[in-house]
């Protein structure tokens, strides 16, 4: 079933792209996708194998709390809604940091580039060795080797097919996962005796089906403060300034099949979390609290040695479904950010039938960039949850980056070495922050704080010039 499933999806999603002829075909699908394929490949897209694997293992040690996170994505990407997504259509953008070059010119799009470039291979090369998991469990191979794997079965499809066949092929692969979440339920609830009942009065005994927790901790993740203002602009930051969300919402066929895209897909991921925090109950009872090396190997052992066969593989697929679309999708996003913002912005002369063919020249790069990022990150993945690692490593550079689109959309006085300087100390100062107080703020305030100094330091600089 697995290979089955691999082999029909490379094949699909390269018929898909048979069409590309531009560079505009190629990464933006000709502004032509229906919105229902984009909403579904956006939620395919940012939550992916972190939802699959490393979401069981966070209410596995803890409780619903996740949830509250989920509260504020509906509110940040209503704010992107109507804040940022006009500009974008208005100007006919091919990425996010377009944007910023009119107001501060090609070194600030050039920066903001780089720095989404790397926090998306940092970030998106924990998702890919989190899905290897799995794969190794099953095969036996080395965890090296099953990234290899999945790097090089998703660079196939990416390659040939460009945006397209990543966005038809997320949808299916979202169906496919979710599917996946509902048969552990049931499976779950006949593996323990009792069924879900007893599960939720041993969960409920434990304190695990908490969801609201109004505490003002700065220090502790999971609050409703940092649910609804941290998870708010962290929204707002993956994807109102992420080439790899944005890239999307600009495929859509106008505006408001834009808005309905975005705002669509923060209630379906509030849906996917409590899917995926159920099936981590459900492990804690069946596993009866055993302790183990990695919580994202929670799920993935339970898949392999509670699940029969057909059933097994099903899920396995489910996993590699997940994996496969935040893979694709940030190749293509990052294939596509240095095509425009970097080769072609360079030479204005240049047509899109070029920037095809750099645009798959570094869709070879950057496969060969996640893949070997994915394969360091081995040695330091015992540390917590994929989930966390991830989102904690994107908060650390999206406030930087909001503060500087906020810059340019508010304060037309501030210039563009102002903004880049409030950019670099924005990302400087949380990073700081991360190494050094960590147990003070937590991971979902960084985005809040990065915007914030980023704003201050612009204006600031701005004043200190004149």
């Known amino acids: 079933m697995l290979v089955g499933y691999l082999g029909a999806t490379t094949a699909w999603g390269a018929w898909l792209g048979r069409g590309a002829r531009t560079g505009e075909d190629y990464f933006l699908g000709g502004r032509d996708l229906p919105w229902t394929a984009v909403l579904l490949s956006v939620v395919a897209t940012e939550t992916s194998t972190l939802t699959f694997l490393s979401i069981p293992g966070v209410a596995y040690g803890g409780s619903l709390g996740f949830l509250q996170i989920a509260f504020g994505y509906v509110v940040g990407r209503t704010v992107v809604a109507v804040w940022l997504l006009p500009a974008y259509r208005a100007g006919q953008l091919k990425t996010a940091y377009e944007l910023l070059e009119g107001q501060f010119g090609i070194e600030s799009r050039r920066l903001a580039s780089a720095i989404f470039m790397i926090t998306r291979v940092l970030a998106d090369s924990v998702r ?44 299916v692969q979202m169906t496919l996962y979710l599917i996946g979440g509902v048969i552990a339920i049931v499976v779950l ?35 409703l403060w940092a649910g609804l203002i941290g998870g708010a602009f962290l929204s707002m930051g993956s994807h109102g300034v992420d ?190 922050i991360w190494a050094l107080a960590r147990s003070l703020i937590a991971w979902p305030w960084f985005v809040l704080l990065g915007t914030a100094i980023t704003v201050a330091t612009g204006l600031l600089v701005t004043r200190l010039r004149r």
């Open 128 to 171: 890919l060795f989190a899905t290897a998991i799995p794969l190794s469990l099953i095969t036996g191979w080395s965890l090296v080797v099953s990234v290899i794997v999945i790097g090089a079965v998703t660079f196939v499809y990416t390659y040939a097919g460009g945006i397209r066949a990543v966005v038809w092929v997320d949808a």
């Open 243 to 432: 080439q790899l969300i944005v890239q999307r919402l600009l495929a859509c066929r106008d505006l408001a099949a834009s808005r309905r895209a975005l705002i669509g897909s923060g209630v379906a991921v509030f849906g996917q979390f409590a899917l995926f925090l159920v099936v981590g109950l459900g492990l804690w009872v069946y596993y009866e609290g055993r302790v183990f090396p990695r919580s994202d190997e929670i799920f993935a052992t339970f898949i392999i040695e509670a699940l029969p066969a057909g059933v097994r593989g099903l899920l396995i697929a489910g996993v590699f479904a997940a994996a496969m679309s935040t893979l694709s999708s940030s190749i293509n996003a990052l294939a596509s950010a240095t095509a425009y913002d970097f080769w072609a912005a360079a030479r204005p002369a240049a047509d899109e039938g070029e920037v095809l063919r750099i645009g798959r020249m570094w869709t070879v790069v950057w496969t060969v960039l996640l893949v070997g990022s994915a394969v360091a990150f081995i040695p330091l993945s015992r540390e917590s949850a994929a989930v966390e690692v991830s989102l904690g490593i994107a908060s650390m550079v999206y406030g930087g980056l909001l503060g500087t689109f906020a810059l340019a959309r508010f304060f037309p006085q501030v210039g563009g070495l102002s903004a880049r300087i409030g950019l670099l100390f924005g990302i400087g100062s949380v990073t700081i």
């Open 189 to 223: 609830g006949q593996a323990v005796p009792g069924g879900w009942t007893e599960i939720f009065r041993q969960a409920g005994d434990a304190g695990k089906l908490g969801v609201i927790d109004t505490a003002l901790d700065f220090g502790r993740p999971y609050t």
